[in-house]
Protein backbone atom coordinates (compact mmCIF):
# COMPACT_ATOMS: atom_id res chain seq x y z
CA UNK A 1 0.00 0.00 0.00
CA UNK A 2 1.09 3.41 -0.71
CA UNK A 3 0.25 7.28 0.67
CA UNK A 4 0.15 10.09 -1.39
CA UNK A 5 0.64 13.67 0.04
CA UNK A 6 -0.11 16.35 -2.50
CA UNK A 7 1.75 19.45 -1.93
CA UNK A 8 2.31 23.11 -3.77
CA UNK A 9 -1.68 24.47 -4.72
CA UNK A 10 -2.09 27.97 -4.08
CA UNK A 11 -3.96 31.49 -5.87
CA UNK A 12 -2.43 32.61 -9.33
CA UNK A 13 -3.21 34.80 -11.91
CA UNK A 14 -3.36 33.67 -15.31
CA UNK A 15 -0.52 33.40 -17.04
CA UNK A 16 1.38 32.08 -13.71
CA UNK A 17 3.35 29.19 -12.99
CA UNK A 18 2.84 26.68 -10.05
CA UNK A 19 4.40 23.26 -8.84
CA UNK A 20 2.64 20.66 -7.45
CA UNK A 21 4.78 17.79 -5.69
CA UNK A 22 3.29 14.53 -4.55
CA UNK A 23 5.13 12.18 -2.16
CA UNK A 24 4.57 8.82 -1.36
CA UNK A 25 5.17 6.14 1.27
CA UNK A 26 6.76 2.98 0.96
CA UNK A 27 9.51 1.48 -0.65
CA UNK A 28 8.07 0.36 -3.71
CA UNK A 29 7.07 3.79 -5.46
CA UNK A 30 9.10 2.86 -8.89
CA UNK A 31 6.46 -0.25 -9.23
CA UNK A 32 3.79 2.71 -9.72
CA UNK A 33 2.82 4.11 -12.59
CA UNK A 34 1.71 7.64 -11.27
CA UNK A 35 -0.65 9.94 -12.48
CA UNK A 36 -2.78 13.53 -11.50
CA UNK A 37 -5.91 14.36 -11.92
CA UNK A 38 -8.32 17.67 -11.05
CA UNK A 39 -11.52 18.26 -10.23
CA UNK A 40 -13.72 21.34 -11.07
CA UNK A 41 -16.67 22.42 -9.01
CA UNK A 42 -19.80 20.72 -10.48
CA UNK A 43 -17.53 18.57 -12.50
CA UNK A 44 -15.97 15.13 -13.17
CA UNK A 45 -12.34 14.21 -12.38
CA UNK A 46 -10.18 14.35 -15.20
CA UNK A 47 -6.96 12.91 -16.00
CA UNK A 48 -4.07 15.93 -16.64
CA UNK A 49 -0.95 14.09 -16.84
CA UNK A 50 0.85 10.16 -16.16
CA UNK A 51 4.11 8.94 -16.21
CA UNK A 52 5.31 5.51 -16.57
CA UNK A 53 7.56 3.54 -13.32
CA UNK A 54 10.81 4.77 -15.09
CA UNK A 55 9.87 8.15 -16.22
CA UNK A 56 10.94 7.37 -20.16
CA UNK A 57 7.07 7.76 -21.10
CA UNK A 58 5.04 10.85 -19.87
CA UNK A 59 1.16 11.23 -21.52
CA UNK A 60 -1.14 14.32 -21.01
CA UNK A 61 -4.44 15.54 -21.47
CA UNK A 62 -4.92 17.68 -24.62
CA UNK A 63 -6.05 20.41 -22.86
CA UNK A 64 -2.62 20.90 -20.86
CA UNK A 65 -0.03 19.26 -23.62
CA UNK A 66 2.42 22.25 -24.29
CA UNK A 67 2.18 23.72 -20.69
CA UNK A 68 2.32 21.64 -18.12
CA UNK A 69 5.00 18.75 -17.71
CA UNK A 70 4.76 15.88 -14.95
CA UNK A 71 8.44 14.16 -13.68
CA UNK A 72 9.38 11.95 -10.66
CA UNK A 73 12.07 10.74 -8.81
CA UNK A 74 12.06 7.43 -7.59
CA UNK A 75 14.66 7.62 -5.14
CA UNK A 76 12.67 10.20 -3.60
CA UNK A 77 9.58 9.03 -3.71
CA UNK A 78 8.08 11.75 -5.61
CA UNK A 79 6.07 13.09 -8.42
CA UNK A 80 5.84 16.60 -9.84
CA UNK A 81 3.46 18.77 -11.98
CA UNK A 82 5.04 21.77 -12.97
CA UNK A 83 2.10 24.02 -14.56
CA UNK A 84 2.77 27.06 -16.81
CA UNK A 85 0.84 29.66 -18.74
CA UNK A 86 -2.12 28.77 -16.17
CA UNK A 87 -5.23 29.68 -17.25
CA UNK A 88 -8.69 30.50 -14.92
CA UNK A 89 -10.38 27.03 -16.52
CA UNK A 90 -7.23 25.26 -15.08
CA UNK A 91 -8.95 25.80 -11.70
CA UNK A 92 -9.23 22.56 -9.64
CA UNK A 93 -8.40 20.23 -7.01
CA UNK A 94 -5.35 18.40 -8.14
CA UNK A 95 -4.93 14.88 -7.06
CA UNK A 96 -2.18 12.46 -7.13
CA UNK A 97 -2.99 8.71 -7.90
CA UNK A 98 -0.99 5.62 -8.03
CA UNK A 99 -1.47 2.72 -10.30
CA UNK A 100 -0.31 -0.71 -8.79
CA UNK A 101 -0.93 -2.43 -12.47
CA UNK A 102 -3.22 -5.08 -13.74
CA UNK A 103 -6.29 -2.86 -15.00
CA UNK A 104 -7.83 -3.30 -17.80
CA UNK A 105 -8.98 0.60 -17.65
CA UNK A 106 -7.39 3.13 -19.64
CA UNK A 107 -4.89 5.24 -18.52
CA UNK A 108 -6.82 7.99 -18.25
CA UNK A 109 -10.10 6.28 -15.99
CA UNK A 110 -9.79 7.57 -12.77
CA UNK A 111 -11.15 3.78 -11.97
CA UNK A 112 -7.29 2.41 -13.03
CA UNK A 113 -5.91 4.05 -9.98
CA UNK A 114 -5.53 2.35 -6.94
CA UNK A 115 -4.13 5.25 -4.07
CA UNK A 116 -4.95 8.83 -4.38
CA UNK A 117 -4.17 11.58 -2.08
CA UNK A 118 -6.15 14.45 -0.45
CA UNK A 119 -5.84 17.25 -2.99
CA UNK A 120 -4.55 20.05 -3.12
CA UNK A 121 -6.20 23.35 -4.59
CA UNK A 122 -5.43 25.51 -7.38
CA UNK A 123 -6.89 28.73 -8.29
CA UNK A 124 -6.15 30.28 -11.61
CA UNK A 125 -7.45 34.25 -11.35
CA UNK A 126 -8.23 36.40 -14.48
Known amino acids: QVQLVESGGGLVQAGGSLRLSCAASGRTFSSYTMAWFRQAPGKEREHVAAISKSGVSTYYADSVKGRFTISRDNAKNTVSLHMTDLKPEDTAVYYC???????????????????WGQGTQVTVSS
Open 97 to 115: AADRGGSNYPRWSSIRYDY
